[in-house]
């Protein structure tokens, strides 16, 4: 439970000054956890994972997770987002491994990456959840790779409770 309240912590500190309302748990799917959150009068639901291992030679490295958000009133789904614990080396793409399939069209800001497309949110997503791990591999703007493994146990029932309170108009 530690893990998922440096997360949330995580999320406050980078959400907008003006969310009126605290996050809250929506519920814990093997090993995602959803949640919800009123900004300026919009519903907002996100889940969120810390990875099973993580892997680099580095001495110091804030916390690390993935996150899949929908904002309903900007017609914004399945956006999926890294953080690394440290800055992005921005000319080595995010790389992301899950089953057979890899995923190199990302873009990375300091210590956060994203899909470039919204189609290829949704083909990562599906893909999560047909999946069982996820790796992502990423270099820190010092030149430190790391790989991170993910579970993605739980994440399609997290998946279906934050599509359920955000759901599409």
């Not at 929506?26 to 300026?40: F, K, L, P, S």
């Not at 080595?92 to 990375?108: D, E, M, R």
Request: hydrophobic letters at 35%; proline letters at 2%; a positive charge.
């Amino acid at each position: 439970m530690f893990k998922y309240f440096l997360v949330l912590c995580a999320l406050l500190i980078s959400t907008a000054a003006q969310a009126v309302e605290q996050p809250k748990m929506i519920g814990e799917y093997g090993d995602w956890v959803a949640w919800t959150y009123n900004d300026r009068g919009n519903v907002i639901c996100y889940m969120s994972s810390t990875p099973k291992k993580d892997e680099g030679k580095y001495t110091k490295r804030g916390d690390i997770y993935t996150v899949v958000t929908h904002r309903p009133a900007e017609k914004s789904f399945d956006e999926v987002s890294f953080v690394a614990g440290y800055a992005f080396n921005t000319k080595v793409p995010l790389v992301v491994k899950i089953g057979n399939q890899t995923f190199k069209n990302t873009f990375t800001e300091g210590d956060k990456g994203w899909m470039r497309t919204g189609d290829e949110d949704k083909k990562i997503v599906a893909a999560m959840k047909r999946g069982e791990r996820m790796i992502v591999d990423g270099q820190s703007s010092r030149g430190t790779n790391t790989k991170d493994t993910y579970s993605l146990k739980g994440f399609t029932t997290a998946y279906q409770a934050i599509s359920a309170k955000c759901k599409k108009k």
